[in-house]
């Protein structure tokens, strides 16, 4: 099964001619001989383009490449333009599975005997089809009578076992790229796969979804910048989730928001503060920001909102983690590479003995070129990328989350200039980061910290009478019996000396016991032997 699959994926790539991307100049003789060999796997797409030989190529590989294509769709700085349109189309482009087996899932998984108990209506065919799940459109009858429009979200049935299998087959090529890339060690593949199959196995648990969703719209909660959809917590089950359902604008349709005469400047700042929000008052942020996963409101176009689903995969930050990309961020922009590679070791981001000016000049080199360009045209994300690449260099173990992060950065990023090529991240995000390192230190940051310790001494003082009460009367019998150890602790002290004395002298009249015996008189000697006798057995008695 492994094999077949294996086998089935290198004829899909070379079938789809996706040899071609990597140069011919590249590639080892062994591997264009190869390829050469193999004649029956010739490409069948010449005539197509290349994106679209990809995307195809994707989507007939099943979710877990899907995800991937999907994920490289954001990737304009990386891609041509013509490439990621083609991927921007994997979204919602996989063949749906049967309406009625989704149907029987969800009464199996709500324990209902037919789909009506709950819904008053149910949509068989599929409102969207991905590469996980399914959604369909329902009607939800409430406990108050009233009804409310509901999309539910199942889990495809049996992807599990799929994904995983593709998932290990990643990983073995992960492993040949590894040890045979010339670039193998410093790219460290397994580890991207590694991270991968988390992400992906993460968003088969739609409780988890779920509970991120609740979470991400309690914050945003009264937000003219963010809408997330209720979840119908009540009905959320491991393959099985009903929301509200939303009516926007996908934000891929550019047509649309024009036609509507959106804001789209502030529609990109937006999208901006809404991600540095996120990351900086909450720590929690949407870690999935690819073009089908967001929405704008039809409503008042003028003021524009987004409308976020998807919630499967989100990041988490610590404080360690903001003050990290802040306090980096900051230096960077002030072109301050000593800061940056003196802040890593202070804070053993690097290890003690990194040669700190080596690091900053590594630092140099990656990033300079970055800030040739103006400062509007700056790709925080990219910035970040670098950094982490050098820092790895120098033995930096970069946090799964800041990857995230940075890689959710990206996304936004792309988003940002596709609606408003004009954006300036660097305007838009700069007071978010100021604010930030500025409540970190002084006054804020101690009555900040006196606020957070408040429920903590709150439910304590009024323990604290019988906690003083307790100390003290406990005081006099605690020291008596430290007393107690210390003088048990003296007497085996004294013992120990004891024995030491009578062993050591025991032993000196041993020697001289025995040289008597040879040399000298024999009263002597049987005196000094009868001394060793009675030392030695002092020295066992005490
Ligand atoms: N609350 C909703 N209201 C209306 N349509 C929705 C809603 N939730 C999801 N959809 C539709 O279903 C599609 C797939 O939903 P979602 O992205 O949550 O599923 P997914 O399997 O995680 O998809 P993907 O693989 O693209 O991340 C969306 O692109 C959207 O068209």
Redesign the pocket.
Known sequence: MRFSRFYHIQKTLLQYGLDELIPASWQPWYARGMRKSAFWLHNRYPDYPVGKRLRLALQSLG?VW??FG?MLSTRRDLLPAEIADELAR???K?DPFPGEQAQQLIEQALELTDISELFSSFSVT??????????H?AVLRQTDGSDAD??I?V??PDIRKQIIADLDLMDGLAAIAARYLPDGKRLRPREVVSEYRKTILD?LDLQR?AANAIQLRRNFEGSDSLYI?YVYSDFSRPNVMV??????I?VSDIAALNAQHTDMELLAKRGVEVFFTQVFRDSFFHA?M?P??I?VSREHPENPKY?G??C?IVGTLNSEDKRYLAENFVAFFNRDYRKVAQLHLDSGWVPVDTNVEEFESAIRTVCEPIFQKPLADISFGHVLLNLFSTARRFNMQVQPQLVLLQKTLLYVEGLGRQLYPQLDLWKTAKPFLESWVKQQVGLPALWRQVKDNAPFWAEKLPQMPTLLHRYLEQGPKQQALMLQQLQLLQLQQHKANRQIIAAALAAGSLISGTIAFTVGPLWLAGALLGGTIFFGVKALLS
């Open positions: 979710p899907i995800k999907q994997l979204q919602d996989v599929p409102l969207a089809s991905a590469s996980i799940a399914q959604v459109a509901v999309v979200k889990i495809r968003e979804e959809p929301m509200e359902r939303i009516y926007g996908p999935d690819h089908g996963n929405f409308i689903i998807d499967g």
